[in-house]
């Protein structure tokens, strides 16, 4: 989920409305149902063949060395880009919007960053370490890590031009084609939600993939249980998502 300038939320209209006594959706029998669902499985087939294509040419994208120097603020001191790592050789780094000037954690990363946790000790079974990272200071990320209850490893980007290289953070504005997926109403905002993977292979790291804005959504599994639920994602996005605290009891 992305955030628009001025924090304005996304819409995606899906329409529906509801009665007392009778529901305005289409209602059918069985044999209707049926009929209607071998069509909507064929659609589905066939967006997971072309997924499944669209993986491995994601796969198949040249890598390019890292060869600046970043450092990082971590749990356990300074590491480079390298020693994030971790002892692995793949990494999956989770540009989280939380900059030095801002009280806590964009709203959309933290929903996103809910969904993922889960996936951290599996991925790191398949050699890939999974992490945060921020521009703010370690301290302020690690008191709001431990708020929403997360176990995952997050470091600070500080002072460093990571986040800027990878196009997370823009200094001035920059073209849509820059901007991976992102949209024109992203351009004028300084943090962007993002989501870079790196590799490291003989002691090179090498950047092989990036994803903003929408990109990432697929990542995200309450849309996709949404997008299968009788009334979708609904159109009322004007208190929803929060974080996970301050929903009323």
């Not at 300038?5 to 995606?12: F, I, V």
């Not at 599996?122 to 301290?139: I, M």
Request: charged share 25%.
């Amino acid at each position: 989920m992305s955030f628009g300038a001025g924090g304005s939320l996304p819409r995606w209209p899906r329409p529906y409305h509801r009665e007392d006594t009778m529901t305005t959706h289409a209602v059918g029998t069985r044999e209707q149902w049926r009929a209607a669902y071998e069509q909507q499985l064929a659609r589905e087939k066939e967006l997971s063949r072309q997924a499944t294509e669209l993986a491995l040419k994601r796969q198949e994208l040249p890598w390019v060395p890292v060869d600046k120097q970043y450092r990082f603020d971590t749990t356990v001191g300074r590491r480079t880009l390298a020693e994030l790592f971790d002892g692995r050789s793949q990494l999956i780094v989770r540009h989280f919007m939380h900059g030095p000037n801002t009280p806590e954690g964009c709203p959309g990363c933290t929903f996103e960053t809910d969904n993922l946790i889960g996936a951290v000790p599996h991925l790191a079974r398949r050699d890939v370490t999974f992490l945060l990272s921020s521009r703010s200071p370690l301290p302020v990320l690690t008191a709001y890590k431990q708020r929403m209850g997360w176990d995952v490893e997050w470091v600070s980007s500080g002072g460093s031009d990571f986040d800027a290289d990878f196009f997370e953070y823009m200094h001035v504005p920059t073209s849509r084609r820059d901007y991976g997926s992102g949209s024109g109403d992203m351009l004028d905002v300084m943090e962007l939600m993002a989501l870079s993977c790196f590799a490291l292979e003989d002691g090179v790291v090498y950047h092989t993939y990036s994803t903003y804005d929408r990109g990432t959504e697929a990542l995200n599994a309450t849309w996709q249980l949404l997008d299968r639920a009788p009334r979708g994602r609904g159109e009322d996005f004007s208190d929803w998502p929060r974080k996970r605290d301050e929903y009323p009891a």
